[in-house]
């Protein structure tokens, strides 16, 4: 006699699905996999970020040395009364109870005579007989301010090599009686931000009273070493202008792992 199937005990072998704590370990693990690799692309984006904005500082730089050695493309200031001699740079000024972090840059004019080559002359010493200031406008012409704006790319910031916020104005000029081209530094500030207007000249007017009573606090004699840090990278580089530089050469990306550079 034939044994019959019961139809309530099937002979089929009934599958399994993952248990709840099966799932929710696969789970774990991808989520910490993608993690890691997250976190790998993001860190390097960030460091790509920061290597992007190291190069565009020091072709910033470079763009100011160019200007200078081709005066004709800096636009307005040349007139009869008055010569184009260079850029003036400057950074850290207050904002607030903040620091600025953008570089305001201006045309730097004087007078078109020549000043007097008497022994002892140098180049900070040549632009004060010239009377060079700022050129912020001018209303008798309806000229407007030379003043510009750099902002570093992603929120890189610029400082001095003991990590303090660099604050000070950088003047690249040619020479009013030999025209060559000359570099120096100073920690005073000059409020192009806010007093470099055709009806705001105290910037101007300021820089040239420098020039005139304090040539001491402009050097030529040392290099500048602006060290860049990101928000988001742990990497500082320095960008190197050398002392007294005369040509787009005297800026110099150094390698952060460098034993010549200062910033740490």
Known sequence: MKQQTSLNHPTATTRQGFTIIEVMLVLAITGLMLIGVLGGTYSAIATQRYQDSVRSFSEFLRQLYSEVISPESLGEGNSNQYAIYGKVAVFGLDQGNNVDHNIYTATLIGDVKIPSSSPGNNFINELSQVNAKLFCGDTTRDQESTRSVYTPLWDAKILYPNKQQMRGTLIIARSPTSGTVHTAFTSKTFDVKDSCEPDRQGASTALQTALHNEPAEFSTLADIDFCLRSENSNIIRDVRLRADGR??????????????????
Do not use: F, M, Q
């Open 247 to 264: 040509n787009t050469s005297a800026v110099n990306i150094l390698d952060a792992d460098s034993g010549e550079s200062k910033c740490r």
